[in-house]
């Protein structure tokens, strides 16, 4: 873009910006005539896609900002009105980010100037009660404002529709999927100038204390009646807004009171004891582990900030101190909880998680579905009664919640730490058991995160045009190019490698700037004292496939 046409359109987009603070950022910019700058924010449009919108906080039609989020909220108010839902309710949630309430407080305005219903939650909470009230009020869509656990500098916004497949009497409750994430985004490019889009400072509905309470009561249907509640408890909302309502679930429920690690106890947007508030990140759970040394508690429990995610962390006594569960070991741990308890449904995972799953739904006579990453996707799955991503993600009550929820998932662990206390055994006994049931299923990913994206469609392209034939020493038996799509999966931008023992998938994050690739290595066990060399030899081939993988794709 030539100079004198970017400070034109920047100066249009400052015209109408209704934002004091990006206002003010954005003429500085004109004026030092920034054109570098510029350029970066008006380099074209933030994209509308099935994760809604996700970015940095700042002036411009590339950032997250009360402008881009008003031509959002009109776009899907068209498409609700399009879609025959006119005078539908609207539900919006948010979280406790920087401009998450104004954003929140805009589409409830420009909601209620298009003649749809708009509804409030009474305060940041988290992003599942929104998914619950979605359902429970009957809404035709509900927003999110959240950029879960991004850097401090992002905010974001998710749409979920509230009919679809699977259907129930109050409504899908599910986040959008193709062709509505196109639908939505050609109706947000049809907005024209902000003054056109009706935004009425009132007439919308602030819900009260009841639709939590209501989440509330129903957090209780995840657990076995008379079930053990003695697991003892380190929790970190890792700055987030899951401190309260977690805290209520688990008094409601009977559990010992959490201990809540004081740094991270309270919402804050700037995260000052992390670098990124995502339990998976390196360092992330530092303050947890040390305040379980002092507490000395049965687990450790975290949410991420909009609290839909749940770690877990076990005290590991052959290296005598804290370690976090993978996302994986979770999600068979929570499978196992629940086929012991006689459940009955489709166990469902993405195609990134481990394949463990399909074993011990197979094991126990129980359907089983794979689908493309994201709960957009596995929250669709018919008959569904659990749902798990590698990523922290659980879905353990999908009539409650047709999304990942770490409220509800947090219990569950706990009840069945609890079982496995009064039995003398912890989670790590499990999972052992489920490896010689099943064998070791381990797993580990190679994510790189880059400031250059193009860095990742070469990486994507060399993986295309040399596709490996071998990696840690296997014969890769089946590659798919999954843009293709299979007999069971929709397109999707991703590559999967299956090897004998072994399965490498590698795709673009949908939220962040990251190549992931997802590696798994399947050890059978023979005699259970053959466990140790199992995973010992598991880790060996992980190790190996990060390595050629790496190479091959020339990350």
Not at 146 to 152: F, I, Y
Not at 177 to 188: F, G, K, L, T, W
Not at 222 to 244: D, F, I
């Amino acid at each position: 873009m030539q100079d004198d046409a970017l400070i034109t359109r920047a100066r249009a987009w400052l015209a109408e910006d209704p934002d004091p603070e990006t206002r003010e950022e954005l003429a500085k910019l004109i004026e030092s005539e920034a054109h570098e700058e510029l350029a970066a924010r008006f380099s074209g449009t933030l994209q509308f896609g099935t994760a809604g919108l996700r970015g940095e906080l700042g002036a411009g039609p590339m950032r997250m900002n009360r402008s881009v989020v008003i031509r959002a909220a009109a776009g899907l108010a068209a498409y609700l009105r399009a879609q025959g839902k006119a005078g539908g309710l609207v539900v919006i949630g948010y979280d406790a980010r920087y401009k998450s309430a104004d954003f929140a407080r805009d589409t409830a305005a420009v909601m209620t100037g298009a003649g749809l219903r708009a509804a409030l939650l009474p305060r940041p909470l988290p992003t599942p009660v929104l998914a619950f009230a979605i359902r429970h009020l009957g809404a035709v869509a509900g927003v999110e404002v959240t950029a879960s656990h991004n850097p401090p500098r992002d905010n974001g916004y998710k749409v979920y529709l509230g009919w679809g497949s699977p259907r129930t009497e109050s409504g899908g409750g599910t986040q959008i999927v193709p062709p509505a994430d196109a639908d939505i985004a050609a109706e947000i490019d049809a907005v024209a100038a902000l003054a056109d889009v009706p935004r009425p400072s009132e007439g919308w509905e602030t819900l009260g204390e009841e639709v939590l309470e209501a989440y509330l009561a129903r957090t209780d249907a995840v657990l076995a009646q008379g079930s053990p509640r003695t697991a003892r408890t380190v929790y970190t909302p890792m700055h987030g807004v899951g401190k309260e309502t977690l805290l209520a679930a688990f008094a409601r429920a009977g559990f010992p009171e959490p201990v809540v690690v004081p740094e991270q106890a309270e919402p804050d947007p700037d995260f000052p004891t992390v670098a990124f508030p995502n339990p998976e990140e390196p360092g992330a759970m530092d303050l947890s582990f040390a305040t379980a040394r002092a507490a000395e508690p049965d687990l450790i429990i975290a949410n991420d900030p909009d609290a839909d995610r749940c770690a877990v962390a076990v005290h590991d006594s052959s290296a005598g101190d804290w370690r976090m569960l993978r996302g994986d070991e979770v999600g068979a741990l929570l499978a196992a909880h629940l086929v012991k308890r006689g459940v009955t449904g489709t166990f469902a995972e993405s195609i990134v998680s481990s394949s463990l799953l399909a074993r011990i739904a197979s094991g126990a006579g129980l359907a089983y579905e794979e689908t493309l990453t994201g709960f957009k996707w596995i929250a669709r799955v018919d008959g569904l009664r659990y749902g798990y991503e590698e990523a922290l993600g659980y879905c353990v009550d999908p009539e409650g919640v047709r999304d990942k929820d770490g409220i509800t998932a947090a219990l569950l662990v706990a009840e069945l730490a609890s079982e496995l206390k009064e039995q003398g055994r912890t989670l790590l006994d499990l999972l052992d058991d489920l490896a010689v049931e099943h064998g070791v299923h381990a797993t580990d990913q190679l994510s790189v995160r880059v400031e250059d994206l193009s860095l990742i469609a070469d990486a994507m392209r060399r993986l295309r045009e040399q596709p490996p034939v071998s990696l840690a020493g296997l014969p890769v038996t089946l590659a798919e190019d999954l843009t293709q799509g299979t007999s069971s999966l929709p397109p999707t931008d991703g590559l999967r490698y299956t090897l004998d023992g072994a399965r490498v998938i590698v795709r673009p994050s949908g939220t962040e700037p990251k190549l992931k690739c997802y590696l798994e290595a399947v050890v059978p066990v023979a005699p259970s004292d053959a466990l140790p060399a199992a995973r010992a030899k598991a880790a060996e081939l992980l190790a190996a496939l990060k390595r050629d993988l790496a190479a091959a794709a020339g990350i």
